[in-house]
Nanobody, 127 residues
Framework: QVQVAESGGGLVQAGESLRLSCTAS????????MGWFRQRPGLEREPVSC????????DYSDDVQGRFTISRDNAKNTLYLQMNDLKPEDTAIYYC????????????????????WGQGTRVTVSS
């Protein structure tokens, strides 16, 4: 059984940084494409950033390009999202998805029905 757990959310002020972490077990982590997704108040869940199973390819939504960085540490079965220069519009619940189809931003084969998901971690950015 695949288990996914996110951590690192919190309340910050605009312009500050946070780093989210996602640990996953019960799967071949090294062979899994994965990513970060978010659900902002009143909106549907959307892709933020994804990384291929090799780690060699990454994608980002236009909203976060240049501010967020995705990375993975296969030795620790952990996925990260470094979020810099946070804005109030980044306020959301952030979810980690593993065993997803890459790319997730604009990828025609990506589906939220695939993969395994965590319960999310809340990020609140005050102005």
């Amino acid at each position: 059984q695949v288990q996914v757990a996110e951590s690192g959310g919190g309340l910050v002020q605009a312009g500050e940084s946070l780093r989210l972490s996602c640990t996953a077990s019960g799967l071949a982590f090294d062979d899994s494409s994965m990513g970060w997704f978010r659900q902002r108040p009143g909106l549907e869940r959307e892709p933020v950033s994804c990384i291929s199973w090799t780690g060699g390819s990454k994608d980002y939504s236009d909203d976060v390009q240049g501010r967020f960085t995705i990375s993975r540490d296969n030795a620790k079965n952990t996925l990260y999202l470094q979020m810099n220069d946070l804005k109030p519009e980044d306020t959301a619940i952030y979810y980690c998805g593993v065993d997803i189809t890459f790319p997730c931003n604009g990828g025609s084969s990506f589906s939220f029905s695939d993969g395994s998901w965590g319960q999310g971690t809340r990020v609140t950015v005050s102005s």
